[in-house]
Structure formats: C-alpha cells, structure tokens
C-alpha cells in the first residue's frame, strides 16, 4: 500500500509516527510522513519520504502554554494557528495523500484527513496519543480534572468532540475567505454515516500505563507505544564523561515546551538538585535556557530518551505523551512538571501507576515541592514499582501491534467496498 502519515506538532508528535512509518516500510509499505518543515533531516536520514508543512511548532508551543489548562483557549489558539498556515498546509496535505491507498492522521489532522479519505474514496485510521475522541466515564476530557461522576466525565468528551468539530468547520471556512481556498464539504471522523463507519481509533500508548476502557466500542484499540529505537553509540565526549565521572544523574527535559518563566523553572530545578544532592543533565530543548557545564550539572539541547534514561536516577519532565512512555519505559521513577493540555493527565497516570509521586503544576512549583518530591521519588516503592512497569512496557511490540491491526482494517474496507 502507498501509505501517508499525517502529523503536527514537536518531536514528542512527529517521533512515534515516524517508528511507525518505519515498521509499516518493513512490512513492504511505501510510506510518506507529513510533518513540520523542521523535522525534515530528523525524518529522511531514517530514509522516509518525508512532506514538508507550514508553520512553526514552536509558535503553537509558545501560543498553547500560555493557554495553559483552559480547554476553550487551548482550542481557540491550536484554531488560529491552524487558520494563520491552513491553506499552505491543506494544500500541502492534499499533494502528500495524492497517490495514498490509505491516511494515517492525528488530532490536528482528523477533520481534514478524514474529508480527503472520503473524496477519494480510500480508508482512514486516527491514531491518538492521548484518549481525546474516545468518550468514558473512567475520566474526564485531559484538560479536566475528575468530576467523580460517570456520566459527567463522558459528558465532557462528548462536548470536547463537538466543540472540535465545530472550531475545525469555523476554521475552514475563515481560511475560505482569507485565501480563497476552494469550497469543501467536511467529514467528521467518528460518527457512523449510511455510506461509511466511523473512522477506528489506535490508542499509542502502553495499556500498562492506561487500559483500554470498557465504555469503548470495538472500533477503538490500545496497541502499545511505538519506540523509536536510537542508534548512539557515538554520544557526545562531555555526556559520555559526564555520566562516568560520578553517581547517576536526575534527567530533566522539558522538551519542547516555550515558557515564560523558563528562567525561573530553571533556578527551582538547580536548587533543588543541590538541596538533594543529585548531579543533573538537563536537556533545555526548545526552552533555550542553558548553563555552563559543571562537575554536577550539564546542560545539553537533547539527548535520544531510549539511550540516556536508562542511565539516570530519575527523571523530572513535563508529562508529555511521548516522554511519559520513554520516562517509563526507562524502568527509573518520574516526577511531572505539567505545563497545558493533556500533560496533567499523564502526571496523574503516572502517580496512580505507581512510578511518580503526585505531579506539581509548572505555576506551583517552588524548591520545596520539587526537592520533596524528588526524595519521595527515591523511595523503595516507587523504585520498585518502576522497574517492574518498565519491564512490561519494554516488552510490548507496540508498533507490531499498530501495523497488523492497520493491514487488517485496510483489508476488511475494500472487502466492503
């Protein structure tokens, strides 16, 4: 099958797409991933035909922490990015699925890569990081907190939805008239038609780490985390030194999130790793703050997770999809920093699986609560429980999984059609 995968978003959004991009390659799959134009070498020296698209993830990271846990703004500002590059991207978008037998999309992408699956007629899979279209009473929408009643936490995915396919058809229509893109009929994914079922769900996480819920419909998968294995074999001489020359550091990554108050954050972390006396590596990705190196602390923009996790303590980050499932995977307890969106989510995941203390929001935190919850991280329980997590999650085929269940799927749909 000539296969596209469409992604938006940091490399936390582009990483997991890309691993599956590659299995689905080993199963005789010609594949092609669209993402930001940033991720273009990150993608092609793993010799996938890689899509360029508009836009700088950086502005949404800047624009979605500032929106912080508000669910309206998070939708209102992922809506005006979307409007400021949707014509450049919709028309890119069109040219990456041109020759597709089949789409692979994310949140950013479901309204729109749905419509263009039913013009041309051709089967579409939504692949999710984090449960937003999958409604349960389990828990509410991930920018919530538990509202300790079934029926209002599936209430609230049910209105999450709505206000989604509301915003995107609002949206379309602005980048209608500001550009003069042509007119469309749009499709929403996941709701039964007489000419077509609902679009099925692959939920890319460790049901280790979140089980499937037994309020979703049979359309709905958790298939396991896809690991994009590293090859860093020639780690940098001052990381290599770094970790030989004293006691397993604290990793801190806070990968792609732009903050205002990155000095601050960077302060509390420092101080807190003296309090406690941990070395730290702290990976300043797209935060921009950066130190001299020192005998207890290096600063470095990014390291591969699956290579330097293992080799820390702990790790302290900010409860992204893609670094919870490397945090725990790592086997090492995690404190969650959330900062927006579905990060609080994972943080509370993490403290009820039993590999983190509770998380602390990015606005409360101070030396005091970081520097307790990394001696409460050290303890025995929580060392234990992530190893063993860990383990289960290591051993998972998290792409294998996604793969046979997407041939499946593409299989049963032209059967039917």
């Known amino acids: ?38 991720f273009k070498d990150f ?35 992922l809506t005006n990015h979307a409007v400021e590059i949707g014509a450049d991207v919709w028309r890119q978008t069109e040219e990456a699925c041109r020759d597709a037998d089949l789409i692979l999309h994310t949140f ?40 300790r009643s079934r029926f209002l936490n599936r209430l609230t995915h049910r209105l999450s939805a709505k206000m989604t396919w509301w915003t995107s058809r609002i949206g379309f229509e602005r980048v209608h008239r500001r550009t003069g893109l042509l007119p469309r009929t749009l499709y929403w994914p996941f709701e039964d038609t007489p000419s077509r079922p609902r679009t099925p769900i692959l939920c890319a996480w460790s049901p280790s780490l979140l089980p499937l819920s037994k309020d979703w419909p049979p359309h709905v998968h958790v298939t396991g985390s896809p690991a994009l294995s590293t090859n860093y074999d020639q780690a940098p001489a001052e990381l290599q030194f770094f970790l030989e020359r004293g006691k397993p550091p604290v990793c801190v990554t806070f990968g792609s999130m732009v903050n205002r108050d990155a000095e601050r954050i960077d302060i509390i972390v420092r101080e807190s790793l003296a309090k406690t006396g941990n070395r730290g590596i702290i990976l300043s990705g797209w935060g921009s703050v950066k130190k001299s190196p020192s005998t207890d602390l290096l600063y470095l923009d990014s390291a591969p997770h699956d290579w330097l996790l293992p080799r820390c303590r702990l790790v302290i980050h900010h409860g992204g999809a893609g670094t919870t499932a490397a945090g725990v995977r790592a086997g090492i307890p995690n404190i969650v920093i959330p900062f927006m969106a579905d990060q609080p989510f994972w943080g509370k995941r993490v403290h009820a699986t039993g590999v983190g203390p509770m998380p602390i929001r990015v606005r409360d935190l101070s030396v005091r609560n970081l520097a307790g919850a990394m001696a409460e991280a050290e303890g025995e329980m929580f060392r234990t429980r992530a190893q063993a ?26 059967r039917q059609h």
């Open 108 to 147: 950013t992408h479901a309204v729109g890569a749905h419509t263009l699956a039913r013009e041309k007629d051709i089967p579409d899979i939504h692949i999710q990081t984090f449960p937003m279209f999958t409604p349960t009473g389990d828990y509410p929408n991930v920018t919530l907190p538990d509202l």
């Open 43 to 77: 993608v092609e020296e793993r010799g996938i035909d890689f899509v360029p698209l508009a836009g700088d993830p950086r502005d949404l990271s800047r624009r979605l922490n500032n929106a912080g846990q508000n669910f309206i703004k998070l939708l209102r500002e």
């Open 1 to 38: 099958m000539n296969i596209t995968v469409l992604t938006y978003g940091s490399r936390g959004d582009v990483q997991p797409f890309l691993a599956l991009s590659l299995g689905l390659r080993e199963k005789g799959h010609s594949v092609k991933l669209a993402a930001p134009f940033r």
């Open 389 to 414: 997590i860990g383990q289960q999650i290591s051993s998972e085929d998290g792409i294998g999984e996604a793969v046979k269940w997407i041939e499946k799927y593409a299989v049963s749909f032209h």
